[in-house]
């Protein structure tokens, strides 16, 4: 048996335990009459490599396990996404378990989440569970949906579905892609004369050099909005963010027919509040090259009029340069003349190896992700629809978008409402309307935990920026 220690919390889960009865008929492969009475309570444990992982197990366990991913941040255990949503799935029976990755690793910690994930779970199932489970699904989120994807991809025989939630299912090298087109257009276009470090954050400094990069890009930003010109060019570096148009004091999105609105509204979302995206963007990059052992990113022999040809918001840039009277065409060229980024080969073959899904699924697989999402955009999920499909497999997978703004803005009710329905197509063999908007906000509506706003008759546009499929070598 692998080397662990392992620890069980004083309290068990009572409450938890009064409601799992009621819950488990719905909410797995067992009935109520056949659950298991599991050992129950909080587990802790520690993996050779030192990850802690954790573990909550309700009375009246449905056999089920969900394997919880955490998102970017601190290496910490973790086995849902809130507290709501871990009460509430206890309720229904599940067991929950989550690792905090490998320690001794960067925040960015896809070069072992996936086997911790999966020690986590051989840990767990020797240690705590009094049974076999009849099903382990995978459940992730931002970068952990990430993980989950990945756990899809190569997971036969150890889970048997993933639900990823504002995942980063396009890989981390569209990640770079895309966040750097942005950067370089407002630091390019914005100021010109000054030089502006976008890459290379893998030092010592790189966390100290990242956020002098992000103050120095949204003080920029801030600037440009004042005039129309500005507007125009930061409107260009959006697109290319892929930024959504949705000001987090409105209740939709802003309308395609006014161009100065969709601006207005993801600068809003991008630039301001607590922090700027950018700063998390920037740290983030830091982290990666700290993962991959440099910078694995790149816009030399980028072609900046071809990225815009394919983005969802080109139109409303051409009509802002229009009333700003700048020629788009210039700046466009000027971008492209002057993109001279290299990567380091051996940090883009690490990133793509450990952080870039084939499209390829093993076992049935569920997307959440919300409209609005300003870390994470939205297109990430037709960029990876693309890739399932083109690997074979887009019977497996189902994609359904929350009309919300914000990364990870998920009610409870709707993510209990995700795992419903990847538990009911693993235990019938079939989506049927499971995965359905409809479907989901009816299950989310009974649960009384919060709004259900899944979508009817959406899905999104074109990632913009995307590299093509497992790209091992710079070019777009």
Not at 18 to 28: E, N, V
Not at 126 to 133: D, E, K
Not at 439 to 458: I, T
Request: include cysteine; charged fraction near 15%; proline fraction near 6%.
């Amino acid at each position: 048996m692998r080397s662990m220690k392992v620890t069980m919390g004083v309290c068990l889960l009572a409450g938890a335990a009064a409601l799992a009865f009621a819950g488990a008929a719905s909410a797995g492969p067992a009935s109520a009459q056949a659950a298991t009475t599991a050992a129950s309570g909080h587990f802790t444990g520690t993996l050779p490599d030192g990850t802690a992982w954790i573990a909550d197990v309700p009375a009246n366990w449905n056999r089920t396990v969900l394997l919880y991913s955490h998102g970017f941040g601190p290496l910490t255990a973790a086995d849902a996404p809130d507290p709501v949503t871990q009460a509430a799935l206890l309720a229904r029976g599940y067991a929950l378990a989550g690792s905090s990755y490998d320690p001794n690793g960067s925040e960015w910690a896809l070069d072992t989440a996936v086997s911790d994930q999966f020690g986590t779970l051989r840990a767990v199932e020797r240690t705590v569970l009094p049974a076999p489970p009849s099903q382990v699904l995978a459940f992730g989120t931002s970068m952990g949906g990430l993980v989950s994807a990945l756990e899809a991809q190569d997971g036969s025989g150890r889970i048997d579905g993933a639900l990823t939630t504002c995942g980063i299912v396009a890989g981390g090298i569209n990640l770079n892609e895309f966040q750097l087109d942005g950067e370089y257009a407002i630091a390019r276009l914005l100021l010109p004369q000054q030089q502006v470090q976008l890459v290379s954050f893998g030092g010592p400094d790189g966390a100290s050099q990242a956020a002098t990069t992000a103050a120095t890009l949204t003080s920029a930003a801030a600037q440009a909005q004042q005039t129309a010109a500005g507007r125009a060019r930061l409107g260009l570096a959006l697109a290319f963010l892929n930024a959504a148009p949705w000001d987090p004091s409105a209740t939709a999105p802003a309308p395609a027919s006014d161009p100065a609105a969709q601006e207005a509204a993801q600068y809003d979302l991008e630039f301001t509040g607590a922090f700027s995206i950018l700063d998390f963007i920037e740290l983030g990059r830091a982290s990666i090259d700290q993962a991959d052992g440099g910078s694995a990113n790149w816009n030399a022999g980028v072609n900046y009029a071809a990225v815009l040809s394919r983005s969802p918001f080109r139109h409303e840039v051409a009509s802002l340069y229009s009333t700003a009277g700048l020629g788009l065409s210039a700046d466009l060229a000027d971008l492209s003349s002057n993109a001279h980024i290299t990567a380091n080969p051996a940090a883009v073959r690490s990133l793509d190896e450990t952080s870039v899904p084939t499209g390829h699924l093993a076992v049935p697989e569920l997307d959440l992700h919300t409209i609005g999402d300003n870390l994470v955009p939205v297109e990430m999920e037709s960029y990876y629809a693309r890739q399932v499909q083109a690997a074979g497999d887009s019977s497996l997978l189902r994609q359904a978008f929350v009309d919300s703004f914000g990364h990870c803005n998920f009610s409870p009710a709707e993510l209990v409402a995700g795992v419903l329905a990847l538990g009911h197509r693993v235990s019938t063999g079939r989506w049927g309307q499971a995965a359905d908007p409809s479907r989901l906000n009816q299950a989310a509506s009974s649960l009384d935990l919060g709004p259900a706003r899944f979508a009817e008759h959406y899905y999104p546009g074109s990632l913009t920026g995307a590299t093509g499929p497992k790209s091992s070598s710079p070019g777009r």
